[in-house]
């Protein structure tokens, strides 16, 4: 290889240096940057069509070709001793936060945890002083947090001997203020232009299309058909659905889209490890995630309302960058907690409309906040919390009984019925079995609606 220059595939550093001295300003490095996405993301994406087909983005390349020369410009040296530095500074962390895997093992203190939501990782488990206690061990189904460090989850013991260090630190520093100077302007440059490419892009509807700051020009025009498939599937029957399931959502997109969304996938990742490194960093990521795109979403309703529609391993990957990112920042996740509830009501229905399970939806992310004291009071007084969530339950039900209950009953009127013959001997007796064992299981439920419809009168006029 002597004596060939030093092309952006071999060397990050060279790349990293010249975004460095042409990306001054944020303005700067956003058409840098997306110039070199659209040159790039091209080259590290691969169609597979052994053993099943498949499209995938090349981890290596995307990684020596875009995070390493971005991480380079944040540092603004080579990363690995950059990241360090960054990570050196941080504050002793307050909360252990880890993101429970599928499968993990967690450990609930049947004596000092407040309620059974709050539980430890097993690291931090075993540096408590509950492992002397009254425990539950359990396996986690993934997506729920370690609990090690909020006070608001432990009667006693709260912290365990690594997470106590972070406990005498002031909470009130803002981590941002440590940076230095140049680095949180790159800093800040970076998550706004990351984070909005991602999030446009994982939110993306159009098929033959790409955001119009991308200029990404192809020699060929090749379409795919992407099908996505759903919770009740296997790869294997993805072509074919069941009789009571609906059928899969299927769409022809051009192979640019499918490159540039599955690479904000991956991007998305790497805001989560950036997030991890640096505290500093990880607030900017917070106040970027909040600040107002136009007058009435910002970037976090956005993903919150688009959540139901989006492919599972992206709803995975925001979900953890909200757990790595906001739910670690005590402003951060305060202020979730006020869109999460601005938006609920919405984000339950999509919910409710979605074939996925509860797990991978971000409504099972209300465990994370509703539980925790001081937010709740915050909510209730603030946000009428009890009303949205009462009202979005009520919402739910109300259509539920009046429209599809009384179908039912209809239906149920008159079925299988004896009617009388004359002339002719009846000789096997009429079918009567069906009638009696759906009234019989439909019975507990009358109950329940005569109660509700004597509770509150508005519900007897509804039904027309
Ligand atoms: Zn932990
Ligand atoms: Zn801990
Ligand atoms: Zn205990």
Redesign the pocket.
């Known amino acids: 290889m002597k004596g060939n220059p030093p092309s952006p595939e071999s060397d990050f550093s060279e790349l990293g240096k010249t975004w460095l001295k042409r990306g001054k300003s944020a303005k700067d490095f956003r058409s840098i940057f997306m110039n070199h996405l659209s040159e790039n993301v091209f080259k590290c994406f691969e169609m597979h069509s052994v053993p099943n087909s498949k499209a995938l983005i090349n981890e290596q390349k995307c990684q020596r070709m875009i995070f390493l020369p971005l991480e380079y410009y944040i540092c603004g040296e080579d990363p690995i001793i950059g990241l360090q530095k960054l990570q050196s500074a941080n504050s002793p962390s307050q909360l252990c936060g880890k993101v429970f895997k599928n499968g993990e093992p967690t450990y609930s203190?049947r004596?000092?945890g407040y309620d059974n939501t709050c539980v430890l990782c097993i690291d931090c488990f075993q540096k408590s002083?509950?492992k002397n206690?009254h425990y539950k061990m359990n396996t986690s189904q993934g997506g729920g947090v370690c609990d090690c460090g909020d006070v608001e989850a432990w009667k006693?013991?709260h912290a365990c001997e690594v997470h106590q260090q972070g406990q005498d630190e002031d909470m009130d520093e803002d981590p941002v203020s440590k940076l230095p100077g140049d680095l949180l302007v790159r800093g800040s440059a970076v998550c706004d232009v990351v984070l909005k490419y991602c999030i446009d892009l994982i939110c993306w509807e159009k098929t033959d299309e790409l955001p119009g700051y991308l200029n990404v020009s192809c020699n060929e025009d090749i379409f795919a058909t992407m099908l996505f498939n759903d919770e009740v599937h296997t790869y294997e029957e993805s072509g074919t659905s069941g009789p009571s399931r609906k059928p899969l959502k299927c769409r022809v997109m051009h192979h640019k889209v499918i490159a540039h969304q599955i690479f904000a996938v991956q991007m998305l990742g790497w805001l989560n490890k950036i997030a991890v490194h640096s505290d500093g960093l990880r607030r900017i990521l917070c106040n970027t995630v909040l600040e107002s795109k136009d007058e009435d979403t910002d970037l976090l309703g956005r993903v919150l309302l688009a959540d139901s529609t989006l492919w599972k391993v992206a709803r995975a990957h925001t979900h953890k960058l909200f757990m790595n990112t906001m739910f670690m920042d005590p402003v951060g996740k305060k202020a979730f907690a006020i869109h999460f509830t601005k938006h609920y009501n919405n984000i339950q229905k999509d919910f409710v409309d979605d074939d996925h399970e509860h797990i991978v939806s971000v409504t099972s992310l209300s465990v994370q906040l509703f539980t925790v004291p001081t937010i709740a009071r915050m909510l209730i007084l603030d946000h009428d919390v009890l009303e949205v969530i009462l009202g979005s339950f009520m919402d739910h039900l109300r259509p539920a009984i009046n429209d599809k209950f009384f179908e039912l009953l209809k239906c149920m009127q008159g079925m299988d019925m004896t009617t009388r013959k004359t002339g002719r001997h009846i000789e096997t007796e009429p079918d009567w079995e069906a009638a009696f064992s759906l009234q019989f299981r439909v019975m507990p439920v009358y109950t329940l609606v005569f109660d509700w419809c004597a509770s509150d009168v508005s519900s007897m006029c509804y039904y027309k």
């Open positions: 203190c004596e000092c002083i509950h206690h006693d013991g």
